[in-house]
């Protein structure tokens, strides 16, 4: 992690005052106690509690000998310092309070509409026109997952959701559409990216489960590539419709491709793909070919 720019620790739980807090190169102490550069009132956290530096490039938590202890994914601490990766969760005090760390894009996100920089130019990327590559994705069984978790934690899911799919789609230059509650349709220049920022966002998710076991996040993306047929800051037509119509062919943690998707970007040698067979697809005449992206 050596660009430490965006960094910021989720607060999951244990106090209310704020809910994240931005990291930067300057060493930020936690504690109960006034002295704290973040002060948490909870009175199993001791005064000054923990103290998060950059070591090597890399954020580093170390325990200040705290009375009930802090643990990075509930491994416990001494007072040396251990280095901190994307999703890990701190545990202060026993799990009183709960705090997970993630990187926000270095970049205005391509979803914010007229936006405008510092030197009057707006940073929304260019709308792609021509040839598109469109991706939809959207969460498996998301009503179930609401019902499970409850409306409060389920929406902590879907932010986290929202924001580790929208950073992979900045990485690789796409173009966010709209978000549709539990997914999102995306347009990319380049079938490639495409496919590379669905494989990403899928190992995202993997490693995001991996830390989250009780709230995992499982989604499929289905990909088709053809003219743009576009309506201000949208897309419609046949191509945008069999984008959609594969996605729904997936199953959860899938990526599906149509075949011309598959036809553009086979031949470098890269991308793995296993062949599903020809299926319908709900209100498109005919058979398609589809074939799912082989990513884990």
Known sequence: MNDI???VLIVERGFDSLSEIELTNKTVTLGRGRAADVVIDNSYVSSIHAEISVLEGQFAIRDLDSTNGTSVNGKPLSQEKIKLNIEDKIQLADGEVVLRLVKQSSKDPAY???NIGDEGVSSKKPFPTGTVTFMFTDIYESSSMVDRLGDNKARIVLRDHERITRQEIEKHNGYEVKAQGDGFMVAFSSAREAIQCSISI???????????????INVRIGLNTGEAITDENDFFGKSVIIAARVSSKADKDEIYVSSLTRQITESAGDINFEDKGEVTLKGLSGVHTISAVVWE
């Open 202 to 216: 899928q190992s995202a998710l993997s490693r995001y489960r991996i830390v989250n076991p009780d709230q995992p």
């Open 5 to 7: 720019y965006g960094h």
């Open 112 to 114: 914010i509409k007229d």
